[in-house]
């Protein structure tokens, strides 16, 4: 009998893992959440009329009991998509639809990747050992870890089913453990805690606003990143972009609310030109130990810059002093909210690079991926259109129900639904005929920038051998400066030109300008004009 029972409830605890949150909540104790609002002002106004205002503080929190008897017991929070998914099934199962040709693993630095000449062009830097194409947002946690460069091969998939079925981190990832890295030849190991808030959720109530240190925060910028991916086991979730308490658009990202309140509002360019605008609301919870910017509309332009974004989510120098910036400096997590062309006046500004050119010694800026910047003031962002609209097209589910698709789709494969409401007269093989002329273009440029640039680093290996005064070769590393954003940044910007067609090639245009004007002063030093008889 006593081992029956056993059985049973085992059965019974598996069965109650099987039941979707939602309906777990249901059988949770009951709380009067009269009693949380005492002490969650802040929540209450929030919650007050919202869609969600008619949930029980319970649907998400557990150990509700002993958090009310004792504050210092902290309740728990489930932040599982799928807890968001039991409700909103459409847009949980397309997040993570597989879209089987957006390749995994595919380096932007091969020879037929986004940048073949990039680990040339960025020697020196951690991303020289794996820097890949994205994928989808499913996959965005696990490719971070299993990249060469962030633990040194530390971290891989259990099989080759991890490549193409999501699943919880710790479900499809081995850790190898610190005794089984790759040779630092051809792996590094560049992960830090900043570049994770990004990529997940799940340290959203364990990491102080910024990431500073604080006896409350279990996290911080200074944490051991090899512990603290221990604790994530889902990528960014619904909770980035929509909060749970207002049922409204938000904002969640600490550097990109620090960047609204430094530059004055969610627009610093195009704002008075009819460009997408949106008004955000600095809510503070517990004395500023976090906060989130909630939206007075939904505005996925500045949802998805979240991490969209050109941001440093790193440690470096400062390029005058050459002074060591160190992660526990706020520097280390920081959104410009600048375009490419007043980039490299803004870190000059902050005091901040990220690594020197291992040939040149220029002191370079390492972009991520600026979409954000890069759409602001093109023509379809003064036209109103969001990035939503484009990558997240409205979908019919089997009874017929329109929803928005959450698996955030390339236009370029979807040009139907992307493009052909706002263009009716234009056929779809018309419309991505015109996206290709684009980025044809701007790819050719970015050739272009890269061959520049290339020639400017190899004719400083020359100058430099020849004994050209120092004077010149600071000269010729400060276009390479210029040169180097002005080129990278549409390595790291996923649209290959076509979210602001006219930024791409005055920046590219710059850079080859830059890169050759280095070039020339190198040459002229070396070969002097023969003074006339």
Same mark, same amino acid.
């Given at each position: 009998?006593?081992?029956?029972?056993?059985?049973?409830?085992?059965?019974?605890?598996? @069965?109650?893992?099987?039941?979707?949150a939602?309906?777990?909540?249901?059988?949770? &104790?009951?709380?009067d959440?009269?009693?949380?609002?005492? @002490?969650?002002?802040?929540?209450?106004e /929030?919650?007050?009329?919202?869609k969600?205002?008619?949930?029980?503080?319970?649907?998400?929190?557990?150990?509700?009991?002993?958090?009310?008897? =004792?504050?210092?017991?902290?309740?728990?929070?489930?932040?599982?998509?799928?807890?968001?998914?039991?409700?909103?099934?459409?847009?949980?199962?397309?997040?993570?639809?597989?879209?089987?040709?957006?390749?995994?693993?595919?380096?932007?630095?091969?020879?037929?990747?986004?940048?073949?000449?990039?680990?040339?062009?960025?020697?020196?830097?951690?991303?020289?050992?794996?820097?890949?194409?994205?994928?989808?947002?499913?996959?965005?946690?696990?490719?971070?870890?299993?990249?060469?460069?962030?633990?040194?091969?530390?971290?891989?998939?259990?099989?080759?089913?991890?490549?193409?079925?999501?699943?919880?981190?710790?479900?499809?990832?081995?850790?190898?453990?610190?005794?089984?890295?790759?040779?630092?030849?051809?792996?590094?190991?560049?992960?830090?805690?900043? @570049?994770?808030?990004?990529?997940?959720?799940?340290?959203?109530?364990?990491?102080?606003?910024?990431?500073?240190?604080?006896?409350?925060?279990? #996290?911080?910028?200074?944490?051991?990143?090899?512990?603290l991916?221990?604790?994530?086991?889902?990528?960014? *979730?619904?909770?980035?972009?929509?909060?749970?308490?207002?049922?409204?658009?938000?904002?969640?990202?600490?550097?990109?609310?620090?960047?609204?309140?430094?530059?004055?509002?969610?627009?610093?360019y195009?704002?008075?030109?009819? &460009?997408?605008?949106?008004?955000?609301?600095?809510?503070?919870?517990?004395?500023?130990?976090?906060?989130?910017?909630?939206?007075?509309?939904?505005?996925?332009? /500045?949802?998805?810059?979240q991490?969209?974004?050109?941001?440093?989510?790193?440690g470096?120098?400062?390029?005058?002093?050459?002074?060591?910036?160190?992660?526990?400096?706020?520097?280390?997590?920081?959104?410009?909210?600048?375009?490419?062309?007043?980039? /490299?006046?803004?870190? =000059?500004?902050?005091?901040?690079?990220?690594?020197?050119?291992?040939?040149?010694?220029?002191?370079?800026?390492?972009?991520?991926?600026?979409?954000? !910047?890069?759409? #602001?003031?093109?023509?379809?962002?003064?036209?109103?259109?969001?990035?939503? =609209? @484009?990558?997240?097209?409205?979908?019919k589910?089997?009874?017929?129900?329109?929803?928005?698709?959450?698996?955030?789709?390339r236009?370029?494969?979807?040009?139907?639904?992307?493009?052909? *409401?706002?263009?009716?007269?234009s056929?779809?093989k018309?419309?991505?005929?015109?996206?290709?002329?684009?980025?044809?273009?701007?790819? *050719?440029?970015?050739?272009?920038? !890269?061959?520049?640039?290339?020639?400017?680093?190899?004719?400083?290996?020359? &100058?430099?051998?020849? *004994?050209?005064?120092?004077?010149?070769?600071?000269?010729?590393?400060?276009?390479?400066?210029?040169?180097?954003?002005?080129? !990278?940044?549409?390595?790291? !910007?996923?649209?290959?030109?076509?979210?602001?067609?006219?930024?791409?090639?005055?920046? /590219?245009?710059?850079?080859?300008?830059?890169?050759?004007?280095?070039?020339?002063?190198?040459?002229?030093?070396?070969?002097?004009?023969?003074?006339?008889k």
């Amino acid at each position: 009998m006593k081992r029956t029972g056993l059985v049973i409830w085992g059965c019974l605890l598996v @069965c109650l893992a099987l039941l979707p949150a939602a309906a777990f909540a249901k059988v949770a &104790a009951k709380v009067d959440k009269q009693e949380c609002f005492a @002490c969650h002002e802040e929540v209450k106004e /929030l919650h007050a009329g919202s869609k969600h205002a008619k949930l029980a503080c319970e649907t998400c929190h557990s150990d509700m009991a002993a958090h009310l008897k =004792d504050s210092a017991t902290k309740p728990g929070t489930n932040l599982e998509l799928s807890l968001c998914g039991s409700c909103h099934k459409d847009q949980y199962e397309s997040f993570y639809r597989v879209n089987f040709d957006a390749q995994a693993r595919k380096e932007k630095g091969g020879p037929t990747g986004r940048s073949p000449q990039q680990d040339k062009l960025i020697a020196g830097h951690g991303f020289t050992k794996e820097h890949n194409e994205p994928r989808a947002h499913a996959f965005m946690v696990v490719d971070q870890f299993v990249v060469d460069r962030f633990a040194k091969g530390r971290y891989q998939f259990t099989d080759m089913f991890g490549y193409t079925r999501p699943g919880k981190t710790w479900d499809v990832l081995v850790d190898n453990g610190p005794d089984n890295l790759y040779p630092g030849d051809v792996s590094a190991a560049a992960g830090n805690p900043v @570049c994770l808030q990004c990529k997940t959720s799940d340290l959203t109530l364990k990491w102080k606003y910024m990431g500073d240190k604080d006896p409350a925060a279990k #996290w911080d910028r200074t944490s051991d990143v090899n512990a603290l991916i221990k604790d994530v086991n889902n990528p960014v *979730g619904c909770i980035q972009c929509h909060d749970p308490h207002a049922a409204k658009p938000r904002i969640a990202r600490d550097a990109l609310i620090d960047a609204v309140e430094r530059e004055g509002g969610a627009r610093p360019y195009d704002a008075d030109k009819g &460009a997408s605008r949106v008004n955000v609301k600095v809510v503070s919870f517990r004395d500023g130990f976090r906060k989130i910017g909630l939206l007075d509309k939904p505005n996925s332009t /500045l949802q998805c810059g979240q991490c969209h974004v050109e941001y440093n989510c790193n440690g470096g120098f400062e390029p005058e002093s050459g002074d060591k910036v160190a992660m526990a400096d706020r520097r280390a997590n920081h959104f410009p909210l600048k375009n490419a062309l007043d980039l /490299l006046e803004h870190y =000059d500004q902050l005091k901040f690079r990220d690594f020197k050119h291992a040939v040149t010694g220029a002191r370079l800026v390492k972009l991520q991926h600026p979409e954000m !910047e890069t759409y #602001w003031g093109s023509v379809h962002d003064k036209a109103g259109v969001t990035c939503a =609209d @484009c990558h997240m097209p409205k979908e019919k589910n089997k009874a017929g129900k329109v929803f928005t698709s959450h698996q955030v789709v390339r236009p370029k494969d979807h040009i139907k639904e992307s493009c052909l *409401g706002c263009h009716p007269d234009s056929s779809a093989k018309e419309k991505l005929y015109q996206l290709q002329a684009v980025q044809n273009y701007t790819r *050719g440029k970015m050739r272009e920038s !890269e061959d520049a640039i290339s020639k400017l680093i190899d004719t400083y290996v020359k &100058a430099k051998e020849k *004994g050209v005064s120092e004077e010149v070769l600071s000269a010729a590393r400060k276009q390479h400066e210029i040169a180097h954003v002005l080129w !990278e940044w549409w390595t790291a !910007e996923n649209s290959d030109g076509w979210h602001n067609p006219k930024l791409a090639q005055e920046s /590219l245009f710059d850079a080859i300008i830059a890169a050759n004007k280095g070039t020339k002063l190198l040459n002229d030093a070396m070969n002097p004009p023969v003074a006339a008889k």
